[in-house]
């Protein structure tokens, strides 16, 4: 599969990042480094995991994105399957897939499932067990990605989140919510 090269939604998230990336940070489908190599370049971030399930996205990872900063791993992962540690992560960055899927639509960089918002549902009930308590969750997803129901399963998975950037463009409003857990109890 091609290289997802980095567009609009990509550079949104990217400002986000800048902004408020700290400690051990995850980039979940990390794809062209974009992400991962702007919270690397921050003294505040410790470490970079850079997580893709694409071979050629990793590939690339590994020969122009991990010399760049010796802060950075690359790991090939299908979401959280074969990330080990619970409460590792002060920062998690995902720009997902999140476009609905029309039959014969094949590019997976683009689409979250028939509704554009499954893989997003299933990031958000898998990243709670790797958040530390106080990290955050910076996502980035598109309003054809059925924004309602983002929020009532942040809403019912335990999760606060605030808009942090709202982008509108011709056919879609693209939106990056900072999340975090709320306390147990709370």
Excluded: C
């Amino acid at each position: 599969m091609p290289l997802y090269e980095p567009q609009e939604d990509s550079e949104l998230l990217k400002r986000a990042v800048v902004a408020h990336a700290h400690g051990d940070v995850l980039d979940m489908g990390s794809g062209s480094g974009i992400l991962a190599l702007a919270a690397a370049a921050k003294d505040d971030v410790q470490s970079v995991l850079a997580v893709d399930i694409d071979d050629e996205s990793l590939a690339h990872l590994k020969e122009k994105v991990l010399p760049l900063n010796g802060k950075m791993t690359v790991l090939k992962s299908d979401l959280f399957t074969d990330i080990d540690g619970k409460d590792a992560f002060d920062t998690i960055t995902f720009n997902p897939p999140y476009l609905p899927q029309e039959p014969g639509d094949a590019h997976p960089a683009l689409y979250g499932g028939a509704h554009g918002y499954e893989l997003v549902v299933r990031f958000l009930g898998e990243a709670r067990a790797h958040l530390r308590p106080g990290g955050q969750i910076l996502l980035l997803f598109s309003s054809l990605t059925n924004k309602e129901r983002v929020d009532a399963e942040l809403k019912r998975l335990g999760y606060r989140a605030r808009e942090l950037l709202v982008e509108a463009h011709f056919f879609e409003r693209l939106y990056v919510y900072r999340i975090w857990r709320v306390p147990d109890g709370g």
